[in-house]
T-cell receptor
Framework: AQSVTQLGSHVSVSEGALVLLRCNYS??????LFWYVQYPNQGLQLLLK??????LVKGINGFEAEFKKSETSFHLTKPSAHMSDAAEYFC???????????????FGRGTSLIVHP | DAGVTQSPTHLIKTRGQQVTLRCSPK?????VSWYQQALGQGPQFIFQ???????QRGNFPDRFSGHQFPNYSSELNVNALLLGDSALYLC????????????FGPGTRLTVL
């Protein structure tokens, strides 16, 4: 079984400030971890993913995330927020499905990032 | 190279009716997954299709059914609509050997009155 907890349904930052979105996961097997972004009235776009290897993962638009197994965390950061970063962000955990081997992601409830001028 | 496309964009139905949503996968992809995203929630997995067969299924009643065509496009059918079926329905495509990397379409917004 797997689950994701995103701490904070809303995060508000000023333009130029550090962005930190928190994600903790639970998985009975080594997980794959993902961050997706969703702009209003659009589908999900993959920001970055961790599978194996280097625990610091760099993604698009200046975002990065660090896999910390001991803390079961995969927090998303960006050094300097832009107005265009305002969106909904979803953390997801995935592992091979027992019967089919297919990866089915389990999503968190999302964090809305608000960026103030 | 077209990404994942879905139709229609929006749909309004009344309780008890039936609805069909359509998805065309990204070029070269052979696997299609469907998700339901209720307002204020993360997407929830409905089912996945590969080689025209349902490969995996989430915790959804059998009012939700699907189909995959030989060209890999897919349909999601929902019968006996309930108010609680109102949601954004997302389609995602991938290669069968790389289902960890899914590309999402823009979704179909279904409103049930």
């Amino acid at each position: 079984a797997q689950s994701v907890t995103q701490l904070g349904s809303h995060v508000s930052v000023s333009e130029g400030a550090l962005v930190l979105l928190r994600c903790n996961y639970s998985s009975s097997v080594p997980p794959y971890l993902f961050w997706y972004v969703q702009y209003p009235n659009q589908g999900l776009q993959l920001l970055l993913k961790y599978t194996t290897g280097a625990t610091l993962v760099k993604g698009i638009n200046g975002f990065e995330a660090e896999f910390k197994k001991s803390e079961t965390s995969f927090h998303l950061t960006k050094p300097s927020a832009h107005m265009s970063d305002a969106a909904e962000y979803f953390c997801a955990v995935s592992a091979p499905h027992a019967s089919g081997g297919s990866y089915i992601p389990t999503f968190g409830r999302g964090t809305s990032l608000i960026v103030h001028p | 190279d077209a990404g994942v496309t879905q139709s229609p964009t929006h749909l309004i139905k009344t309780r008890g009716q039936q609805v069909t949503l359509r998805c065309s996968p990204k070029s070269g992809h052979d696997t299609v997954s469907w998700y339901q995203q209720a307002l204020g929630q993360g997407p929830q997995f409905i089912f996945q299709y590969y080689e025209e067969e349902e490969r995996q299924r989430g915790n959804f009643p059998d009012r939700f059914s699907g189909h995959q065509f030989p060209n890999y496009s897919s349909e999601l059918n929902v019968n006996a609509l309930l108010l609680g079926d109102s949601a954004l329905y997302l389609c995602a495509s991938s290669w069968a050997a790389r289902t960890d990397t899914q590309y999402f379409g823009p979704g179909t917004r279904l409103t049930v009155l």
